[in-house]
Every structure is written in structure tokens, then in C-alpha cells.
């Protein structure tokens, strides 16, 4: 209620962010890297971490505005596959993106706090809207009308390691819609490479961050597998550079 007070929206949004940031890290949740709780880790009060936020911030800010000097910039909230309707074909040089991995993590779970903080939702039906266009990382994300997979039938690799995964939970009760996650979520990358390409300059360069990914002991080579899309899709070409490897304690593949 103070924060909304303030007139000036850019100063009130400022205030707002850290007000979230802040809500979340003095409270009990973590993510780890799904979303649990740690009711005895020690945590700073609200209004300390808030104003250790805002002054940090201020410096930041400052030491930016000092020493760099940016050209104006564009933010479109909006889903990737609708790039086409603001920006015109062939006219980007540049693209880099962090896109998930198919890991089943479902990430309006681990930022509801702030979707609700910061008004992005109102109800469930909100995070709904947004999870429905989402990339398909996650079982949670997938709904009865999901069908990017149509788009990946030709691709070889991915129904054999959609195949693999469900013969490891044929004898469960639960993962039954693991093996469907791994097409959608090919699908859905499918559509962004294609998207992306559209608006891309003939001697432009795209990068993704992205990883490997393991469901049930099973390997999915993500980045072949991208880069096996990307081919498919007309890119000139596509390499991948290895940044680090990951490694889980559920398994001893490194990733």
C-alpha cells in the first residue's frame, strides 16, 4: 500500500521489484531445484533485506548509468512463436536466448510468489493463460489441446528416446506423461528456431543456452537434437560449444 503511493511509476516499479525479490528471499522457500521450504534456515527481517535491496540497487544503477551508455531499448511481453508481429523478416542480427531444458520443471511454480506480488496474476486462471504458452519443460505444462509434437513425427531420435522412457515407467503408476513431454517440449523448440529464423539477417548468428537433460536414467541429447531441428529447418549452420558439465546425484551421467 506505501509502495503504491508513489506517483511516479517507473520509481513505484523500481520499489515494487524489490519488494518482491525481497518477500522471497526472507521467506522459507527455496528451489532446488524444484520448490521446497526450509523453515529453519536463518534469514534477514523483511524491511532490512528490502532496504540492503534498494540502496544496492541505487549504487548499481548509478555505476551503470556512470560508465555505460545504451541506445534505446524494446521490451515485448509476449510469446516467442509471435515474434512476426512486431519485428519484420530479416532484419535482426543478433539473437541469444536461455530456453529450458526438458528437466520437468514448472517455472510459474517457482515464481508464484512474484507473479502474485507484482499483479501479474490475479487468480489460477491467470497462471493458466501463462502456462499454456509456455515451452513444454514440464508434465505440469501440458494440457489436452498441446499438439506441438505433430510438428517432430519425421524426427527419428526423438521418438526413439520418447520410446526409451516409456518402457522404463510401463511398470508405474505415475511418469505416464513423461515420454508425451519430450515430443511437445521438441515441438515447441521446433517452433521457436522456426520463428526466430524468419526474422533473422542471412549472415545473423543465434545462440542458445541450453543442456542435456536425463528422465529415468535415460539420455536426451538436447543439443544434438536442437541442432538436428535447426538443419531441418534451413539454419546455415549450427554447432554447439561446450561451457561446463553438470552433474546430478540421482545418476552419474555427466551432462
Keep these: 500500500k506505501i509502495i503504491n503511493k508513489i506517483n511516479n511509476k517507473n520509481i513505484r516499479d523500481f520499489f515494487m521489484v524489490c519488494m518482491a525479490k525481497s518477500a522471497f528471499d526472507t521467506s522459507y522457500v527455496a528451489l532446488c531445484p524444484g520448490t ?61 536466448t536461455s530456453p529450458p531444458y526438458p ?15 507484482l499483479d501479474f496474476v490475479k487468480s489460477m486462471d491467470d497462471v493458466a493463460k501463462i502456462k499454456k504458452q509456455m ?38 503408476n505415475w511418469g505416464w506423461d513423461y515420454p508425451r513431454m519430450v515430443k511437445e517440449y521438441f515441438g515447441d523448440m521446433y517452433l521457436c528456431l522456426r520463428e526466430t529464423k524468419k526474422v533473422l ?20 541429447p538436447v543439443c544434438d537434437i536442437l541442432i538436428e531441428i535447426s538443419k531441418k529447418l534451413g539454419y546455415s549452420k549450427s554447432i554447439k560449444e561446450k561451457y561446463r558439465v553438470r552433474r546430478s546425484t540421482g545418476h552419474d551421467i555427466p551432462l
Excluded: H, M
Design 103 to 117: 528437466n520437468d520443471l514448472e517455472y510459474t511454480r517457482q515464481t508464484r510468489l512474484e507473479l502474485y506480488l
Design 36 to 96: 521446497t521450504f526450509y523453515p529453519f534456515r536463518e534469514k534477514n527481517e523483511f524491511w532490512i533485506e528490502f532496504g540492503d535491496k534498494v540502496n544496492t540497487k541505487i549504487n548499481q544503477l548509478n555505476l551503470i548509468q556512470k560508465n555505460i551508455k545504451f541506445n534505446k531499448s524494446k521490451f515485448y511481453n509476449d510469446n516467442c512463436l509471435n515474434v512476426g508481429n512486431y519485428l519484420k523478416n530479416e532484419t535482426v542480427d543478433f539473437a541469444i
Design 135 to 172: 515451452v513444454k519443460s514440464s508434465t505440469k505444462l501440458i494440457y489436452k489441446e498441446s499438439n506441438s509434437s505433430k510438428f517432430i513425427n519425421d524426427f527419428n531420435s526423438i521418438d526413439e528416446i520418447s520410446k526409451k522412457i516409456a518402457i522404463k515407467l510401463k511398470d508405474k
Design 201 to 220: 539477417k542471412k549472415d545473423s548468428k543465434f545462440i542458445l543456452v541450453c543442456g542435456d537433460q536425463t528422465i529415468q536414467g535415460v539420455y536426451i
